[in-house]
């Protein structure tokens, strides 16, 4: 795997585990690869990868059953959806918005835009 320099490495895991949930490479209720298997498999520390499962254990996303691993939570493909659209709420759109405004951009241009993208 290769990790971007802007971003903790354990985010950049927690956030490879989450694009495969949605791209259903794991199944809500399937077991995921054990922090070892998954630490080898990306050629990391596996205490690294052990804080992407805790974060994602925290955000709802995975569980651990004790004994058998941890596996995807039930509803986690809509909990990762509402966690990215609110952190790009948050984060990305006010840079984007200014970014449009101090180029002049008006809002029928950006719908425009976002229209024809949609429509690919």
Known sequence: MN??????????IA???????????YKEEERIPSVREYA??????VNTVMRSYDQLQ???I????????YFVAPGASERIISLKKE???????????????????KPEELSEMYNKYLSK
Request: include cysteine.
């Open 58 to 60: 925290s955000d709802g």
């Open 62 to 69: 995975i569980y651990n059953c004790r004994g058998l691993g």
């Open 15 to 25: 956030d490879r585990i989450c694009e495969g949930i949605l791209t259903g490479a």
């Open 87 to 105: 952190k790009f709420i948050k984060e990305e759109l006010p840079y984007f918005f200014r970014q449009a405004s101090m180029i002049g951009m």
């Open 3 to 12: 990790f971007n320099d802007n971003k903790a490495i354990y985010i950049q």
């Open 40 to 45: 080898v498999k990306v050629e990391v520390n």
